[in-house]
């Protein structure tokens, strides 16, 4: 009976035991992890951003960003917060994050809509979509513009023109009418190519449609050349032959050295496209 009584207390100090392991291993697992050691805790604002700036300055760009947002979000107000956002912008495109340059780019103009810092924030947002992939400069690469999507050189040029309306002597709008003339016409001459590709496939009216987008929104351009050209081809496929006339005639009229009207209007004739 004794040895029994022993034997029990011996069980519930084990158990107590095992109790006390268990406790002890949750709560450990609870317990938040120890948080990374931060040496810019106790900097000033102008110490996060000279540090910053020396970190653009040597194109170290994910510690810039990193530094650049610490700051903006330990002082969130000021004149060193709002160029922290421009330098953000920068960054994130210099990094290869145009999506998030052109994201900070927007929160800016929402924030700061009379800033006067403005006129770069519009040339930086044009540059960024000038260098995204673009139609017109795909077709230079063998591609078919037809298929691709024009978005990023119109907002571009919406950009380049915003910036050059409202800011008509700020030192970035001499590059960004320079700009503007060269996506002016490749975004023509992209037109074109559709219109092309359409007439190629016997889209005759969508070829029309396309073509006169050209006549009426970038007059003045090499454009618009062809695209009466595809105009005249396609109406004559189509039968109206008055707007078929009315083409060829303003065709000739505004480019009479053309060199689609010295190939003729003959269909039996090769195809203009495998010519020029």
């Known amino acids: 009976m004794q040895l029994i009584s022993v034997w029990t207390a011996a069980t519930r100090r084990l158990a107590v035991g095992v109790a006390f392991a268990m406790l002890a291993v949750v709560v450990a697992g609870c317990a938040s992890p120890a948080k990374e050691y931060d040496p810019t805790t106790n900097w000033t604002v102008e110490r996060l951003y000279r540090d910053a700036k020396d970190e653009m300055g040597a194109s170290n760009w994910p510690q810039a960003l990193k530094q650049l947002q610490r700051l903006e979000s330990r002082f969130p107000f000021g004149v060193y917060a709002q160029q922290a956002q421009i330098d953000i912008a920068y960054v994130n495109w210099k990094d290869g994050n145009p999506a998030e340059a052109l994201a900070a780019i927007e929160r800016f103009q929402r924030l700061h809509p009379s800033h006067p810092n403005l006129d770069y924030m519009l040339y930086l947002k044009g540059v960024i979509n000038f260098y995204r992939d673009s139609p017109f400069l795909a077709s230079l690469a063998g591609q078919d513009p037809s298929e691709r999507d024009p978005k990023g050189a119109r907002e571009s040029f919406d950009a380049f023109k915003e910036l050059v309306t409202r800011f008509p002597d700020s ?19 992209n037109e074109v190519h559709v219109a092309r590709f359409y007439y190629e496939r016997n889209a005759h009216l969508a070829a029309i449609n396309r073509a006169q987008t050209v006549v009426r929104d970038f007059q003045g351009t090499p454009a618009v050349e062809e695209s009466l050209y595809i105009q005249t081809l396609a109406y004559d496929k189509l039968g109206m032959n008055d707007l078929r006339d009315d083409a060829r005639r303003v065709l000739t009229l505004n480019f009479p050295n053309s060199r689609f009207v010295q190939r003729g209007f003959d269909e039996r004739a090769k195809p203009w496209w495998q010519i020029f």
């Open 171 to 189: 030192k970035y709008a001499p590059d960004a009418r320079q700009r503007l003339t060269y996506l002016v016409n490749g975004i023509a001459q």
